[in-house]
C-alpha cells in the first residue's frame, strides 16, 4: 500500500508536466475555524488535536475517498511509508468528510484521492495520466511534479483544525 503513496506522487508528477488539471472557480481552502460535529467518529487515539478534512467537488458518491495525513518532516511527505494516518471514508458528493485525532498540536501536510471504483489504488490511464481525482492541504498547486510539503503545510492546534481542500480531476 506504501507503494502506491510513491506511485500517487510520480503519477502526479507526469500529469502535472503534460498540463495537469487547474482549480478553477473557488477561493479558499486551508485550514479554518469551524467546528465539526462532536460525535464523528475518527481515526487514531483520542487527544485534544482533532483534525477535520472537507473534501469538496467530488464528481459522484462513487467508491471512497481516501485522505492521509503527513507529518512534519518533509522527507516523509508523499514518501513510500511516510503516512501517519489513512482514513478511506464513503464518497459522498458533493462533500466528504474525514476525522483524525492528531498526536499533538504542529504541522502537517494532506493528500487525498477519490477512489470512484474503490480498487484501493490511483488509477490512471495507458500514457499514466490519473483517470480519479486527487487534492491536497492549501489546495498545494501541482503544477511540475507533486506539490511540496511546504506548499501542502499547514499547522493545526488544540481542538479542531478544519482543513477545506478541493477534489481535482482530468479534463
Known amino acids: 500500500m506504501e507503494a502506491r503513496s510513491a506511485l500517487f506522487a510520480s503519477v502526479l508528477a507526469v500529469f502535472a508536466l503534460l498540463g495537469g488539471p487547474v482549480s478553477a472557480g473557488d477561493s479558499g481552502g486551508g485550514a479554518g475555524a469551524a467546528v465539526a460535529s462532536p460525535g464523528q467518529a ?6 485534544e488535536v482533532r483534525l477535520i478534512v472537507q473534501v469538496a467537488r467530488l464528481k459522484s458518491s462513487q467508491g471512497e475517498v481516501a ?17 501517519l494516518m489513512r482514513v478511506r471514508a464513503k464518497a ?7 476525522c483524525f485525532y492528531l ?8 493528500a487525498v484521492y477519490h477512489d470512484a471504483n474503490a480498487n484501493r489504488d490511483f488509477d490512471r490511464n495507458a500514457v499514466g495520466l490519473p483517470v480519479e481525482g486527487f487534492a491536497f492541504s492549501n489546495d498545494a498547486p501541482s503544477k511540475i511534479g507533486a506539490p511540496t510539503f511546504q506548499a ?3 499547522t493545526a492546534r488544540h481542538g479542531d483544525t478544519v482543513l477545506r481542500v478541493k477534489m481535482r480531476y482530468a479534463r
Request: charged letters at 25%; a positive charge.
Open 152 to 154: 501542502a503545510r499547514f
Open 67 to 83: 485522505v492521509t495525513v503527513y507529518p512534519s518532516d518533509p522527507r516523509r511527505f508523499l514518501a513510500p511509508h511516510g503516512k
Open 42 to 47: 475518527c481515526e487514531g487515539r483520542p487527544t
Open 103 to 110: 498526536p499533538k498540536p504542529d504541522a502537517y501536510a494532506v
Open 92 to 98: 459522498d458528493a458533493p462533500v466528504t468528510e474525514a
